[in-house]
């Protein structure tokens, strides 16, 4: 298993450390557990691409371990009320319309790599923005004021590319299965 795949793993691994503080109210170390979980996120493809170690294994654990961080972030911080939920149900059902379709296009053509797309990216990187943000403010980092200031824009940023990323994905994996169809 390559160095990537480790680091894709210790990022699956931590989540459940990272929700238990952040349900009893840690004031730091989830921030700090999150921040790591980033970067690490940022190193396993880093390391994947100098290494030139990019595996099957790796397509699937790295977007399975931002899914897993971000979707039991968004519960956890809602469950605290300190998301709304209907964040949480349009960003938890975006990601299981991009599963079942990921499935579906398994299942029928045999293709299981995912190519993320530079929305989805975007997606992704406002979705860790948000947590971030919402650590900081609930560790005391953030002023509360500032960042209900800003909360409801970076929000409907954050929301607007989740919806627009999933419609292109949908959009994506529909003109795959057309392909192998006819």
């Known amino acids: 298993m390559s160095l990537a795949n480790y680091i894709s793993l210790f990022r699956i691994v931590i989540i459940p450390v990272f929700v238990i503080l952040l349900l009893k109210r840690h004031p730091y170390l989830p921030l700090l557990l999150f921040s790591l979980a980033i970067v690490t996120d940022g190193l396993d493809g880093m390391a994947a691409r100098i290494q030139k170690q990019k595996t099957k294994l790796g397509s699937i654990l790295d977007p399975l371990a931002d899914k897993l961080l971000l979707t039991s972030a968004y519960i956890t911080l809602a469950i605290l009320k300190l998301v709304p939920l209907w964040v949480v149900i349009i960003i938890f059902g975006r990601d299981l319309i991009l599963i079942s379709g990921w499935l579906i296009i398994y299942f029928s053509t045999g293709m ?71």
């Open 112 to 182: 299981s790599t995912v190519i993320p797309t530079i929305l989805g990216k975007a997606a992704a990187v406002l979705q860790m923005t948000v947590v971030f943000l919402v650590l900081l403010s609930s560790s005391g980092y953030l002023a509360e004021g500032k960042w209900l200031t800003v909360k409801p824009f970076i929000l409907s940023v954050m929301i607007l590319f989740t919806v627009i990323s999933g419609m292109e994905y949908c959009l994506r994996g529909i003109r795959m299965i057309s392909k192998e169809t006819a």
